[in-house]
C-alpha cells in the first residue's frame, strides 16, 4: 500500500480525491523527516535478464510482480498501471499518467523552481530544510497539507525563502527543481536522493528532474566548467573529452539537466564567428547528452549573456541572420531544453521575448526545436515583462492568470523562478503558483495545450529513467568522479590541494592540458618567454591572497622567488583586474628598469598592458561555480602549477582570440554588437560589412577590415617571428589646377600633390603585411625622422591589414614621413 509522507496530507488528498476512508486507514502515514531513515528505505532491484533495475522506499512504494517481472506500485492501486509498467511504450505511458493528475498536479508541472525557493543556494546539511514543516521552520504558519481543490494555498506575508524541500515537492507539487547545492559528490547524493525520496512519497510518486546552474557540480561550488577556456583553446577532440566526462559525472551525482550552453551567443564564450559559436556549441550539446549524462538547456533564446543581449545589441543593422546561424547549427544537437531570453525583447522589438509571438513562432516553428521550453528565472509580473505586443496588447494590463496563458499560448511550457506560492504576485523573481490554476480553471488555457507541455515534461522524466529508479549510488558515483584516496578515506575538501587529490587524475591531467592550450601569448619582444630557469622573479599579483601564496609556493621549482623588485631580473604582474594595484606594480617595475611579463589573467589586454609589458600571457581559464554561493578557498584560474610551467616553457600557450579586442573603451562602445569584425572600423567600412555578412551564406564576415588592437583568431607561439612588410604609403592630397599656355592657347589641367595645411590634423595610411606567424609590433610614423605618432599593430600569419595613423605637423615647407620602410615628401601649406 502506498505511504504519504503525513497523514494529514493523505486524509486531505483523499478527501480530495473520492477515495475510500478504508484506504486510509490502512496506510501507517510514513513520514520522511532525516536523511539516515531515507537512505536506510532505499532498495534497489538490479536489472536481470528482462527485468529493468527499479529503485524503490521500502515500505512506501509497494512492488508487484506481473509475468515474473517487478514493477512499482507508485500510486499505491494494488494494480499494475500503464505508466507504472516499463514494457510499455513511453507515450502510452504519458498519456497514461496525464490521464489520473488532477489540475494541482498538471498545473506544478508548469513551474521551475530554486530548491527551497531560494535562489542563492541552501546547506541541506539542516535536515529541516529537506524534511520540515513550516513549524518546525520557525514559520509563523503551518501549511503541511495539499490544499482542497480551489483553496488558496499560503497566508499573507509567507516567506518562501525558508520553504522546505517536502513543501516545494509535497504541496506546491513542483517536481522541476533548479539545485545549486555545494558539496563533495557522495554529500550531493544524499540530498538528491532525498529530494527523490519526497517526490515518491507523493500520491502518484512522480520523480523529480533535478537541474544545475553550474554546467559541471559534481564537486559542488569548488570548480565549474571553464567556459572561456573551451573557445580559446579551438581544440574540439580535448573539449569533447572534458564536456563528456562533466557530463557523466554531474548525472552521477543526480543532476539531470544542466542550464547550459550558451556559447552558441554571438559575443559569448566562442565569439562573434556564428559558424565557430555554432559547431563549437553544437559539439559541447552532443558531448553533454551523452547516454548516461545530463540533458542540456540551450539558452537564453535569442540572447541574453554574451558580449550583449539582444535587445541591446541591436544596431541600425537590425542583424539576425548571423545570430540565427549559430542557434540552427547548435540545434542540430536536438538540445532537449532551450532557455528564454527573460530581460528583453525579441525579433518585434516591441515586447518581452516571453510574450513575442514572432520569437517564439520562430523558435517552435522556423527552427523547429520541439523541445522543452523555459522562461530565464525571473517573474511574469513587473516591468520585465512589460511591453506592448505587435497587437496591441498591453502585458501589465492583463491579470496574472491571463499573462500567464499568454507566453504558454505562445510556446512556453515552464515559468524558471526563484521562488513560487500561491499568494505571490509575481514580481521579484517569484512566480504566482495559482495563476496557471486559474488560466486552466478559465479556460485560458485550453486543454489540448495544457496537455502538449505535461506531456513533454512527463515524457522527458520517462526518458531520463527516473520512474525506474530515481536513486543515485555513492559506491558507483565516486568510482567514476573520485580518486582511490578519497573513496578510501572521505576526507575534507577545503582547497585546491585536497580537491585535486580527491578527484580522477586523469580528469585532472585533462583540465590542466585545457589551461594550457586556452592561455593565449599576446605579446613576447625579443622572446623573453619562456623565462629562463633558475632566474630571480618577483611577482606581484591583484589575485587573492590565496591565490599568490599558491604562485609562490610552486615558483621556487622554477625560479629565485625575491621579495623587491630590485633584486628581481624578470618581474611578473598577475593581472586579475587593471586597476591602481596593477599600475604600481607596472610602473614601479619601468621605474626599475627591469624586464617585465604582465599576465592579463581572465580580463582581456588593453593598449597600455601591452605597451608596458616586454612579455603579455593571456590567460582564459576561470571556473568559479555559476549561480548560488560558491564554496570559499579554492584557486578557480589557472592552477599556480600550469601558470608557472606556461611562463617557464614546460608548457606553450596555444590559444586564439575568439573576438577582437577594441583599442579603447569608446571605439568599443561604437562597434555594433550584432556584427562581428567591425572594431575601429568607420560607417562605410561597417556597412561594408554589413552587406558581406547578409550576402554570404555562412553569414560570416572577413576578420581584418577594421581597426581592432587585436584580430579574431590571433595566436602567437613562443619561438616563432612575425614577419612584417609594408605597401602603399598613402598621405593627404590636393587637387591643383595648373595652366599652361602653348601655341598662343592656355589650357588648364589638374594634377594631385602631396599636401596639407599646418597644424591640421591627417591621417597616414598604409598596408601591412604579415608573412611570418601570428605577431605584434608598435608602428612608429616617422616626420623628417622623428616619431610624431605610434600604434600597436597585431596581425595574424598570412594576413593583411589596413594601418592608419593621425599626425599633425605645425610648420609649412617639405617634410618626410617615414612608416616602416616607406618613405614620402609632403608639402605643408601655411
Not at 613576447?524 to 618577483?538: E, F, H, M, R
Not at 623587491?564 to 619601468?590: M, P, Y
Not at 554570404?696 to 612575425?722: C, I
Request: proline residues 3%.
Amino acid at each position: 500500500m502506498k505511504k504519504l509522507s503525513l497523514m494529514l496530507a493523505l486524509v486531505m488528498l483523499l478527501t480530495c480525491t473520492g477515495l475510500s476512508a478504508a484506504f486510509a486507514e490502512e496506510a501507517d502515514g510514513t513520514r520522511l523527516t532525516s536523511y539516515d531513515q531515507v537512505n536506510s528505505l532505499i532498495r534497489i532491484i538490479p536489472a536481470e535478464g528482462d527485468q529493468a533495475e527499479l529503485g524503490y522506499l521500502e515500505g512506501i512504494t509497494p512492488i508487484l510482480e506481473v509475468d515474473g517481472l517487478k514493477f512499482k506500485d507508485m500510486n499505491g492501486n494494488g494494480e499494475l498501471d500503464v505508466y507504472e509498467d516499463w514494457r510499455q511504450d513511453v507515450d502510452a505511458r504519458v498519456n497514461d499518467l496525464y490521464a489520473q493528475l488532477d489540475i494541482e498536479e498538471k498545473s506544478g508541472l508548469f513551474y521551475h523552481i530554486n530548491t527551497c525557493n531560494n535562489p542563492q543556494g541552501v546547506d541541506f546539511a539542516d535536515e529541516k530544510l529537506m524534511f520540515g514543516t513550516d513549524k518546525e521552520l520557525g514559520l509563523e504558519e503551518e501549511e503541511e497539507a495539499a490544499p482542497s481543490e480551489g483553496e488558496s494555498q499560503g497566508g499573507p506575508g509567507r516567506s518562501f525563502s525558508s520553504s522546505s524541500m517536502w513543501f516545494c515537492i509535497d504541496v506546491l507539487k513542483v517536481t522541476s527543481q533548479l539545485d545549486n547545492t555545494n558539496g563533495t559528490p557522495d554529500q550531493q547524493i544524499v540530498y538528491h536522493n532525498a529530494m527523490q525520496a519526497l517526490a515518491e512519497n507523493t500520491r502518484l510518486g512522480i520523480p523529480v528532474v533535478i537541474s544545475n546552474d553550474r554546467e559541471y557540480n559534481a564537486w559542488g561550488g569548488m570548480i565549474d566548467t571553464a567556459h572561456d577556456a573551451f573557445g580559446a583553446a579551438a581544440d574540439l577532440e580535448l573539449s569533447e573529452k572534458l564536456w563528456t566526462i562533466y557530463s557523466l559525472e554531474s548525472r552521477a551525482t543526480g543532476i539531470h539537466v544542466v542550464l547550459h550552453p550558451y556559447s552558441q551567443e554571438l559575443g559569448s564564450w566562442n565569439g562573434e564567428d556564428p559558424v565557430y559559436a555554432g559547431t563549437m556549441t553544437r559539439a559541447e550539446v552532443n558531448a553533454l547528452q551523452v547516454e548516461g549524462g545530463v540533458e542540456a538547456c540551450m539558452k537564453h533564446f535569442i540572447a541574453r549573456g554574451g558580449d550583449s543581449s539582444f535587445q541591446n545589441a541591436r544596431s541600425d543593422g537590425q542583424t539576425v541572420d548571423n545570430w540565427m546561424t549559430a542557434w540552427k547549427i547548435a540545434l542540430e544537437a536536438n538540445p532537449k531544453w532551450v532557455m528564454t531570453n527573460g530581460y528583453g525583447t525579441g525579433l518585434s522589438n516591441t515586447v518581452h521575448v516571453d510574450y513575442d509571438k514572432e520569437t517564439m513562432d520562430y523558435l517552435r516553428n522556423t527552427l523547429g526545436f520541439q523541445g522543452i521550453i523555459v522562461s530565464d528565472w525571473g517573474d511574469q509580473g513587473d516591468s520585465n515583462s512589460g511591453g506592448t505586443t505587435v497587437d496591441g496588447v498591453t502585458i501589465l494590463d492583463l491579470s496574472m492568470a491571463e499573462r500567464y496563458a499568454f507566453t504558454i499560448n505562445l510556446g512556453l511550457d515552464q515559468i524558471g523562478s526563484f521562488a513560487t506560492g500561491y499568494d505571490k504576485p509575481g514580481t521579484g523573481g517569484e512566480s504566482n503558483r495559482q495563476a496557471v490554476i486559474d488560466a486552466l480553471e478559465q479556460g485560458l488555457i485550453s486543454e489540448e495545450r495544457a496537455y502538449e507541455t505535461c506531456f513533454r515534461v512527463l515524457k522527458d522524466k520517462f526518458e531520463l529513467g527516473l520512474f525506474e529508479n530515481p536513486y543515485s549510488d555513492v559506491d558507483k558515483a565516486l568510482a567514476l568522479i573520485a580518486s582511490a584516496e578519497y573513496i578510501a578515506e572521505r576526507f575534507a575538501v577545503v582547497d585546491n590541494d585536497t580537491l585535486t587529490a580527491a578527484r580522477q587524475p586523469e580528469v585532472v591531467a585533462l583540465e590542466r592540458e585545457l589551461e594550457a592550450k586556452s592561455a593565449i601569448l599576446f605579446k613576447n619582444d625579443d622572446n623573453l618567454l619562456p623565462l629562463s630557469k633558475g632566474i630571480k622573479v618577483y611577482i606581484g599579483s591583484t589575485a587573492s591572497a590565496i591565490t599568490l601564496a599558491g604562485y609562490k609556493a610552486v615558483l621556487p621549482e622554477f625560479a629565485e622567488v625575491v621579495e623587491s623588485i630590485e633584486e628581481a631580473d624578470v618581474v611578473i604582474a598577475d593581472c586579475t583586474q587593471n586597476n591602481d594595484a596593477a599600475e604600481l606594480i607596472i610602473e614601479d617595475t619601468k621605474d626599475a628598469g627591469k624586464k617585465l611579463v604582465i599576465v592579463a589573467n581572465c580580463i582581456d589586454p588593453d593598449v597600455y598592458l601591452l605597451t608596458m609589458g616586454d612579455a603579455v600571457l593571456g590567460l582564459t581559464f576561470s571556473r568559479p561555480a555559476d549561480h548560488g554561493t560558491g564554496a570559499g578557498g579554492f584557486i578557480t584560474t589557472t592552477e599556480p602549477i600550469v601558470f608557472a610551467q606556461l611562463l617557464f616553457g614546460d608548457v606553450e600557450p596555444e590559444g586564439m582570440v575568439v573576438k577582437e579586442l577594441a583599442r579603447s573603451e569608446a571605439l568599443d562602445d561604437a562597434q555594433w554588437k550584432d556584427l562581428a569584425g567591425d572594431q575601429g572600423a568607420d560607417m562605410w567600412v561597417r556597412l561594408m560589412l554589413l552587406g558581406t555578412m547578409k550576402a554570404a551564406d555562412d553569414h560570416t564576415v572577413p576578420n581584418n577590415w577594421g581597426d581592432p588592437l587585436v584580430q579574431y583568431k590571433y595566436s602567437p607561439r613562443y619561438g616563432a617571428e612575425p614577419d612584417f612588410a609594408y605597401e602603399a604609403l598613402v598621405l593627404p592630397r590636393v587637387t591643383k589646377e595648373v595652366v599652361t599656355e602653348s601655341n598662343g592657347s592656355t589650357m588648364t589641367n589638374f594634377e594631385s600633390v602631396i599636401e596639407t595645411k599646418a597644424g591640421v590634423p591627417f591621417e597616414v595610411y598604409c598596408l601591412m603585411w604579415n608573412n611570418g606567424a601570428d605577431g605584434m609590433t608598435t608602428v612608429q610614423a616617422l616626420v623628417d625622422g622623428e616619431v610624431s605618432a605610434e600604434k600597436i599593430m597585431a596581425i595574424n600569419s598570412g594576413d593583411w591589414r589596413v594601418l592608419k595613423m593621425e599626425i599633425t605637423i605645425d610648420q609649412p615647407g617639405e617634410h618626410t614621413i617615414t612608416v616602416g620602410d616607406l618613405t614620402k615628401t609632403i608639402n605643408i601649406a601655411e
